[in-house]
């Protein structure tokens, strides 16, 4: 017997909609192990976002060299700005806690300004960021919950010239409607674009500071 004719039905239509979504470009999307404890059947999709990380003007160069010269006086360089976990649990019994068969739990995490972290609507924000997102991209969901915190860091010793920073981490999951998640995934992955700080951004939505750049 094939291994898929032991897939039921609707988690694999669940499948080939995550492969239809169209994310941006600057996502890159991964399949990763998918948890085995939660849920009879599960995908994982792990997601980071690179960005240039600004120095120093550059001075007026030419050339084919001039890209190597300009990276080795370190005038630009990628970082990592965001990154993510997309999870799909289906249990074909359904679940009284997800109010349904189908259960979506994420993960972002981002690195804003040092200063961020003194302010109270930090968090809300990210909620907001989720809610809008799924609005915008039409993802009929129920049953929504998450988490968002703040993390300061400080470093002491001899790492003591690292400045200050804070990270924002959002852990949210929700029920969709059925068995069609691609307009979710599109919604979740702009959501980790938002939080990299890269625009355009959602209409209606508002930008934080973005990342500290040393």
């Given at each position: ?92 019994d359904g679940s ?116 500290r750049r040393n």
């Amino acid at each position: 017997m094939n291994a898929l004719d032991q897939v039921p039905a609707e988690f694999l239509t669940a499948l080939g909609s995550l492969r239809k979504a169209r994310c941006r470009s600057e996502l890159h999307l991964d399949e990763i192990p998918a948890p085995s404890r939660l849920a009879p059947f599960a995908v994982a999709l792990g997601a980071e976002v690179i960005g240039p990380v600004p120095g120093p003007a550059p001075a007026a160069v030419h050339g084919p060299v001039s890209a190597a010269l300009v990276r080795a006086a370190g005038t630009v360089e990628d970082e990592e700005l965001a990154t993510g976990r997309f999870i799909l649990l289906y249990d074909p019994d359904g679940s009284a806690v997800w109010d349904g068969e189908f259960r979506i739990v994420t993960y972002i995490r981002a690195q804003l300004e040092a200063e961020m972290g003194n302010d109270e609507m930090l968090g809300s924000v990210a909620w907001t960021w989720l809610v809008e997102a799924l609005e915008n991209h039409k993802a009929p969901y129920r049953a929504a919950g998450g988490t968002a915190t703040r993390i300061l860091s400080e470093s002491f010793g001899t790492l003591s010239d690292r400045p200050a920073s804070i990270d924002i981490e959002l852990r949210a999951s929700w029920t969709p409607e059925g068995p069609d998640i691609r307009s979710h995934l599109e919604a979740w992955s702009d959501m980790v674009c938002t939080f990299a700080g890269l625009p355009p951004l959602p209409e209606g939505v508002s930008a934080l500071p973005r990342r500290r750049r040393n």
